[in-house]
Nanobody, 119 residues
Framework: QVQLVESGGGLVQAGGSLRLSCTIS????????VGWYRQAPGSERELVAA???????NYADSVKGRFTISRDNGLNTVYLQMNNLKPEDTSVYYC?????????????WGQGTQVTVSS
């Protein structure tokens, strides 16, 4: 089992910055990818940024150049540095680990952390 705990959300003015953290516990040694998703009210959950096994980083077009994902393997923590925040970034942000259970990929999610950007 993998457990994820996010922190770092809050209220910030447009143009400001926040850093989200996700602490991973349990066996994530077979992870295919770790990353961040977000979901606004009435919208589907969408990928924000992810680190794919091997080190490739993927970003949503809407956050490229503003958000940076990183991972500290020693601390089993994944970060999302968010700069130049915009009101449209307001969402609940979820940490995600995807890994194989046998031959089936399984998604693990944190409880989510609210990010609110005021104009």
């Amino acid at each position: 089992q993998v457990q994820l705990v996010e922190s770092g959300g809050g209220l910030v003015q447009a143009g400001g910055s926040l850093r989200l953290s996700c602490t991973i516990s349990g066996d994530s040694s077979r992870a295919i990818a770790v990353g961040w998703y977000r979901q606004a009210p009435g919208s589907e959950r969408e990928l924000v940024a992810a680190i794919i096994r091997g080190g490739t980083m993927n970003y949503a077009d809407s956050v490229k150049g503003r958000f940076t994902i990183s991972r500290d393997n020693g601390l089993n923590t994944v970060y999302l540095q968010m700069n130049n925040l915009k009101p449209e970034d307001t969402s609940v942000y979820y940490c995600n680990v995807r890994q194989y259970s046998g031959t089936v990929p399984v998604d693990y999610w944190g409880q989510g952390t609210q990010v609110t950007v005021s104009s």
